[in-house]
């Protein structure tokens, strides 16, 4: 459950995740390169710290003698200039190590005797040698390379010690290191830079097969036109296929509706004749059942059109043009009833045909003049959906209106709340048909003005 909700919770774009996770590998990359680098770098600084010493000890005690009398005798040149600036944290000592030897030698840069551990903490080695840390005279951290050598034949030895700043190492290794980390951020920064822009580069294509679909969704063409990469090819090809299929099935469908059609206007058309020729109240029945036949013929046939034509290749229908010419048609067939409409600045499109908007409207309007008192408000109204675009169209009177607990009634198909008034009893449930066709929603609900209020919220073109 836990994996389920972190993938959830991981951002769905593809452009994010390729460079989040080129990011990721780069940054490892350089820090595993930035800390192969500075360790290699202090082990080579060290290793070369500790020679140095180790050079300087082998002159130290090739420079030392020793008198007749038990003096050492010498003046060494290590060839370093810190050895004689005071206190630089380099230094050299030699002292006696055995008996008959006096006298102690040191560098000028020593102005204070250094301590040297116990032989039995830090002894020496096979060949008389130790190294160990010290504190220098200003706090500064000391290695110290010992030994002790045998000057005569008398076995007369002394004490040889180097000592080096190792702060001025870690210094050096410091800066090093900071100057590294700046000319690998920088090539860090020019690296994810350079990826982000390949892999939006790269992912071009796509956007134009999305533009290409939008364009195709909102009817403004055809099939996927243009050029693409080997890998996406394909895709563009299945897709023209499969929007060449949806457009074989839509002129089936209404291929077939058409033929139905045909097949039974005839049929029909003959009823109608023979239930008015025969007169009476058997031919006035025979009459209004073939028309009432007709107009379910009719319904049904245009709602199989829309459901064949759902979800295959989107019609556009510009919605202020169509609302204002029938609001025009209706005002002069109603000239005793105001009707005021309210339009967005932004144009909207409907995601359908003109036809099918037309009718639904129409049953909308024509219920809303009938029942009205004196005046008709109709509104459309822009909506931002989750995915999509939306629209709503309002449609309200001030009629009697209906009760909430009769609104679904008025739903149904030949249902009619009022038998004195002239209608089959189809408007409404014909505009629900279409509305649910076009995955729309229908609401009845009270008007602020006093009678029924019908809002339809269909899908828009972006």
Do not use: C
């Amino acid at each position: 459950m836990g994996r389920r909700l972190s993938l959830r919770a991981w951002p769905r774009s593809l452009t994010f995740r390729v460079i989040a996770f080129s990011t990721v590998w780069a940054i490892l990359t350089l820090v595993v390169i930035f800390t192969l680098i500075t360790t290699l770098y202090r082990q080579a600084s060290e290793r070369g710290f500790d020679s140095l010493l180790s050079a300087h000890l082998f002159n130290l005690i090739g420079s030392i003698g020793i008198s007749d009398s038990g003096a050492l005798t010498g003046s060494p040149d290590l060839g370093d200039l810190r050895f004689s600036e005071p206190n630089s944290g380099w230094y050299w000592s030699v002292e006696p190590a055995s008996e008959g030897v006096h006298g102690d030698l040191h560098s000028s840069s020593m102005t204070r005797t250094i301590p040297s551990p116990d032989v039995a903490d830090v002894p020496f080695n096979a060949n008389f040698q130790r190294s160990y840390a010290a504190q220098g005279i200003n706090g500064e951290e000391l290695v110290v390379f010992e030994s002790e050598f045998v000057l005569d034949a008398k076995n007369r030895a002394a004490r040889f010690r180097v000592m080096g700043n190792k702060t001025e190492l870690e210094q050096e290794i410091g800066t090093f290191q900071r100057r590294l980390l700046t000319y690998l951020s920088l090539f860090g920064i020019g690296m994810i830079a350079i990826n982000a822009i390949a892999i939006l580069l790269g992912l071009q294509p796509l956007r134009r097969v999305r533009n290409a679909l939008a364009m195709v969704r909102e009817g403004t063409a055809q099939r996927l036109d243009g050029r693409f990469p080997a890998e996406i090819e394909p895709l563009a090809n299945e897709t023209n296929a499969l929007i060449e299929n949806n457009k074989r099935i839509v002129e089936r469908s209404r291929t077939q509706v058409g033929n139905l059609a045909h097949s039974l206007k005839t049929p029909l058309a003959v009823l109608l004749n023979e239930g008015r020729a025969l007169g009476g109240a058997k031919g006035q029945l025979i009459a209004e059942q073939a028309a009432s036949m007709q107009k379910q013929i009719d319904h049904y046939l245009q709602r199989a059109r829309v459901a064949a034509q759902r979800d295959s290749v989107v019609y556009r229908t510009p919605v202020a043009p169509l609302v204002q010419r029938m609001v025009r048609v209706l005002q002069k067939l109603n000239p005793r009833t105001s009707l005021s409409l309210s339009l967005p600045a932004t144009e909207i499109v409907f995601a359908g045909e003109r036809e099918d908007l037309e009718e639904l409207l129409g049953n909308l309007l024509e219920n809303a003049v009938k029942w009205a008192r004196s005046a008709v408000a109709i509104s459309v109204v822009p909506l931002a959906g989750k995915d999509e675009s939306l629209f709503e169209i309002s449609i309200e009177d001030d009629g009697p209106g209906i009760p909430e607990d009769r609104a679904r009634e008025a739903l149904k198909r030949g249902r009619r709340l009022d038998e004195t008034k002239p209608g089959t009893g189809l408007g409404l449930a014909i505009v629900a048909d279409l509305v649910n066709e076009y995955g729309g929603v229908l609401a009845l609900e009270r008007s602020g003005m006093g009678g029924l209020k019908a809002t339809v919220r269909l899908r828009s073109l972006q």
